[in-house]
């Protein structure tokens, strides 16, 4: 027994030696390496059109624009009181300061769980004890403060923008270590935000989740404020490279480029305008004139955000559209089907562009229904194409599908795709449990026999950790007559109906456990000599060239 203990105890003694002898080991992100051993390339002022797109997009490299919207009019017009008099009545996202918690640590704002006002946001974000931060799509009345880099201005950049989003927190916002699905120019307006960058061939190492084919975007398991290097080994290898950006400059970020932001400073404010990695027929320098300095104009001329075509605007009430397909890269895969058949896009190449666009990263299931040969996907197609066909042909052309408007393509994706419930005000419906909810009213019957609108209220935000907002919405479903008092039975009664609108299952997003013995079981089995292969596991479509 004597003996059995000793063992055990010298095991526990070699574990924490180990772990001691791994730099950084359970120290926030950075610690694992000597320093920064990758640099990014800096501009002054800004870049041209062709530098920009040749060597950073096409290569997928980051870069830095110093003090690139000092002359943005949101750089001097955008303080609180201004964005609370002018834009207060917009409504954007919120998330919480430390990025990776579950949903149900999400603030609640004025319109319920991860919704707010900006004049109610502005009103206690500088407040100590403050837990959220806005991100989410810039609403499109607020594109008139902002401009386009020439960079963007100066080539069909400038007419093919995903989204344009809205950044606004305090001191301590931190995010996970991710990658972004979409390329995109961040501008910081206010505050200072401090980068660590980690080369997309890192894709194993980094222990990212990625689930779709093209799908660029996702989030790493690990903890960048204390990173686990027993349980994430393969880490140690990764090399980072570390910026610091401040008020005025812009960054590049390109998608599928893993990096982590934090926020150090007291407001912190920016804009990001989102475009895809497959742009299509991009053409350069089609800025013209002279801009009276012999400076070429390629590289100073910055243009309205209001006159650039952006794919998705916000309106600033009512569903947002975050986080939708990309839809250059939804034309580009139809178009590479297209010519795989002759140069015809009929029902089959629809059905096979859908089913490629939403096919797994490789190692995951693929759903039963997502086949071209499934009734449903053949239903699917026959839905589609006439859709994209307005001239009832037998088929379409390459000339027929560049010749489509983009109103059009986005109606086929939210055909195939339905929005996000978190883009809707249905989103807390979402994350809390039916059984959550009849626990806490069980508890609560157990001491009482009838219940009153703020009792319920209090059971809803303090022990459901639901909104008010939602709270008062509920009560007034289950009591029309607005006598703020029910008893037990009859609260009972009608709360069954309103339980429907919530969620049945755990409520918690978090990844399943054989899903995180996949991504560390690739990482194990990555050979260490490799010959430096960059493959990210995602499909890598070739970017067209400009004409």
């Known amino acids: 027994m004597i003996t059995l203990v000793r063992l055990v105890s010298l095991a526990a003694v070699l574990a924490v030696a180990c772990s001691s002898q791994l730099r950084g080991h359970m120290e926030p992100l950075g ?17 041209s059109a062709e530098t920009f797109y040749r060597e950073y997009v096409q290569k997928r490299r980051p870069v830095v624009i110093r003090r690139g919207a000092v002359n943005w009019p949101a750089y001097k017009l955008w303080t609180d009181d201004y964005l609370n008099k002018t834009y207060g009545h917009m409504e954007l996202r919120l998330e919480e300061k430390v990025e990776g918690e579950s949903n149900h640590h999400l603030p609640a704002g004025k319109f319920g769980i991860g919704r707010d006002s900006l004049e109610n946001f502005l009103s206690g974000y500088l407040k100590k004890g403050s837990n959220g931060y806005i991100v989410g799509e810039l609403p499109a009345p607020m594109y008139e403060d902002v401009r386009v880099l020439p960079c963007m201005a100066c080539s069909s950049l400038y007419n093919k923008i995903q989204e344009v989003n809205f950044w606004l927190t305090s001191k301590g916002a931190a995010s996970a270590i991710h990658r972004d699905a979409f390329d995109a120019i961040n501008c910081l307006l206010n505050g200072t935000k401090e980068w660590y960058f980690m080369d997309s061939s890192y894709s194993d190492e980094v222990y990212v989740i990625h689930r779709g084919k093209y799908e660029l975007g996702g989030l790493s398991l690990i903890n960048p404020h204390a990173v686990d290097l027993e349980q994430h080994p393969k880490f140690s290898d990764v090399k ?28 912190n404010m920016a804009v990001s305008v989102l475009f895809s990695k497959t742009p299509r027929n991009v053409k350069l320098n089609t800025c013209t004139g002279d801009d009276g300095d012999g400076d070429d104009v390629q590289a100073t001329t910055y243009k309205p955000l209001t006159q650039a075509g952006v794919y998705l605007q916000y309106p600033g009430t009512g569903d947002m559209t975050m986080g939708r397909w990309d839809i250059e890269m939804f034309r580009t895969v139809m178009e590479n089907f297209t010519r795989a058949n002759g140069g015809k896009c009929d029902e089959s190449v629809v059905v096979k562009t859908v089913v490629d666009v939403t096919s797994p990263a490789e190692g995951y299931a693929t759903p039963n229904d997502m086949t071209e040969d499934s009734p449903e996907m053949k239903v699917l197609g026959r ?20 010749a489509i408007p983009v109103e059009t393509w986005k109606k086929v994706i939210y055909a195939i795709e339905p929005n996000d419930v978190s883009n809707t005000y249905d989103f807390e419906y979402s994350i809390i449990a039916a059984a959550e909810i009849e626990e806490a009213v069980e508890d609560f019957f157990r001491h009482n026999t009838d219940v009153t609108r703020s009792d319920w209220i209090h059971i809803y935000t303090n022990v459901v950790s639901g909104s008010e907002y939602i709270g008062h919405k509920v009560f007034d479903m289950v009591d029309p007559e607005k006598r703020d008092r029910l008893e037990e039975a009859e609260f009972r009664e009608k709360m069954t109906g309103v339980l429907e609108r919530y969620e049945q299952d755990d409520p918690r997003l978090d990844v399943g456990e ?3 013995n996949l991504i560390r079981g690739r990482a194990e089995e990555k050979s260490d000599d490799d010959g430096g292969d960059d493959d990210d596991g995602e499909e890598d479509m070739p970017a067209h060239e400009e004409l």
């Open 31 to 47: 610690r694992h390496r000597p320093g920064p051993e990758d640099t990014i390339d800096e501009f002054n002022g800004s870049l």
């Open 240 to 267: 980072y490279a570390f910026l610091t950006i401040n008020a005025g400059d812009c960054l590049f970020v390109p998608s599928g480029y893993y990096h982590q932001v934090r926020s150090p400073g007291g407001k």
């Open 383 to 402: 839905t589609l194409f006439p859709m994209l066909n307005s001239g009832k042909k037998a088929w379409l052309s390459l000339d027929d599908l560049d």
């Open 514 to 516: 054989d899903e995180l």
